[in-house]
């Protein structure tokens, strides 16, 4: 296997420089060429939907990154534990912020009124399926992305040359971007059938 040189390693402050300007630009697109109330709706919830729904988008990403440098790290092409740690990392940390924001996102979906109590009247599979399955398999990605990081930081450049943790750490980085994908695409469904 590949030795990690210094040179290989990315400083994990560059790295952090890279997502918040790439995340500022993106921020600055959107608020010159959005309209706010088209951007966030008319419904009293739409704040919380919008940051949920942010957060969430920004998840899509760290989860991608992660698949990406699970593949790298079976494959053994991996070279920087800095980079797998600072991805695993920040991964780690959207997944949280994504649930935390999720559940600010569902107390008004259980509210008297809300979209809950529609659906169990009307549709209750919508409920059963969409959302609480959509709500469960959301939870599976921390403590996955908590682990990934967990053996990343605690083992570091032992990851790199032992076939048996290079491979867990792929693969618990895979299955939190398969339940992310998961609940991204029924989070996204469910907010088509009856918004806030």
Not at 24 to 42: K, N, Q, R, S
Not at 64 to 72: A, H, K, M
Not at 104 to 115: D, E, F, Q, T
Not at 166 to 173: I, P, S
């Amino acid at each position: 296997m590949h030795e990690v040189e210094s040179s290989d390693v990315v400083p994990a402050r560059a790295l952090w420089v890279v997502v918040l300007v790439l995340g500022l630009i993106g921020l600055a697109i959107v608020g010159i060429t959005a309209p706010m109330e088209g951007l966030l709706g008319d419904s009293a919830q739409a704040i919380r939907g919008a940051v949920h729904g942010t957060v969430a988008g920004l998840f899509m990403v760290t989860a991608t990154i992660g698949l990406f440098q699970g593949y790298r790290l079976f494959a053994g092409q991996a070279r920087s534990v800095a980079e797998l740690q600072l991805g695993s990392v920040a991964n780690a940390t959207v997944a949280f912020l994504t649930i935390v924001l999720g559940n600010w996102v569902y107390i008004p979906y259980r509210a008297s009124g809300g979209p809950r109590g529609y659906f169990l009247e009307h549709a209750p599979e919508v409920h059963k399926i969409f959302f609480e399955f959509k709500e469960f398999a959301a939870l599976f990605t921390l403590p996955l992305a908590v682990a990934a990081s967990f053996i990343l930081v605690v083992y570091a450049g032992t990851v790199l040359r032992r076939r048996d943790l290079g491979t867990l750490v792929a693969v618990l980085l895979t299955l939190v971007f398969f339940y992310f994908l998961v609940a991204f695409g029924l989070g996204a469904a469910v907010t088509k059938l009856k918004s806030v």
